[in-house]
């Protein structure tokens, strides 16, 4: 495995599931970030771990919970989501946190669709 | 408030053509900005640039950055039918917290 890997990929929940993503790093980075991707909006920005301690949590509804339990692991648990929830979730991770000008390198992203 | 601002929103050309992108900023604190392209779901890194006027360059691929004007440009030179995707920038800046602002990007196709 190289880089950074999600799972799973695609995701199809009912408003009443809970589920998790999962990323996984490999190329021994110490931040790694959640970011959202709807259609026709930039990619925001969700939740930044560094060194496994939350940095910044950009005012993310709470049916979002994130869990970082050590540097190279990051999970999403999502709880009685809405449908506007659907969106491509991607992970991202940096050597050092962003302002250090550090290169982020993006996961395949998870396909969510919520109904 | 911080922003990213990508033009045009979409383009379509033919092989063999050259095409200009670009990206205009507002950020509090500007460290950097950085370009990626997205082609089906994970964006890969294309250029970072910090100082003005220095060009960095990756075959057909090159990129400006103004930090007067608050702007860069992404050159593609030869466009090839590979090279139709979405081009995303994004400005790292502070204000509070570090954080990266993305532009909603450029859809770029190109034709055979």
């Given amino acids: 495995e190289t880089g950074v890997t999600q799972t799973p990929r695609h995701l199809v929940m009912g408003m009443t599931n809970k589920k998790s993503l999962k990323c996984e790093q490999h190329l021994g980075h110490n931040a790694m970030y959640w970011y959202k991707q709807s259609a026709k909006k930039p990619l925001e920005l969700m939740f930044v771990y560094n060194f496994k301690e939350q940095t910044e949590n950009n005012s993310v509804p709470s049916r979002f919970s994130p869990e970082c339990p050590n540097s190279s692991h990051l999970f999403l648990h999502l709880h009685t989501l809405q449908p506007e929830d659907s969106a491509l979730y991607l992970c991202a991770s940096s050597q050092a946190l962003a302002g250090a000008s550090e290169t982020q390198y993006f996961g395949p992203g998870t396909r969510l669709l919520v109904l | ?112």
Wanted: glycine share 8%; with cysteine.
């Fill in chain 2, 1 to 112: 408030e911080d922003k990213v601002v990508q033009s045009p929103l979409s383009l379509v050309v033919h092989e063999g053509d050259t095409v200009t992108l670009n990206c205009s900023y507002e950020v509090t604190n500007f460290r950097s900005l950085l370009w990626y392209k997205q082609e089906k779901k994970a964006p890969t890194f294309l250029f970072m640039l910090t100082s003005s006027g220095i060009e960095k360059k990756s075959g057909r691929l090159s990129s400006i950055l103004d930090k007067k004007e608050l702007f860069s440009i992404l050159n593609i030179t030869a466009t090839q039918t590979g090279d139709s995707a979405v081009y995303l920038c994004a400005v790292e800046g502070f204000s509070g917290t570090y954080k990266y602002i993305f532009g909603t990007g450029t859809r770029l196709k190109v034709l055979a």
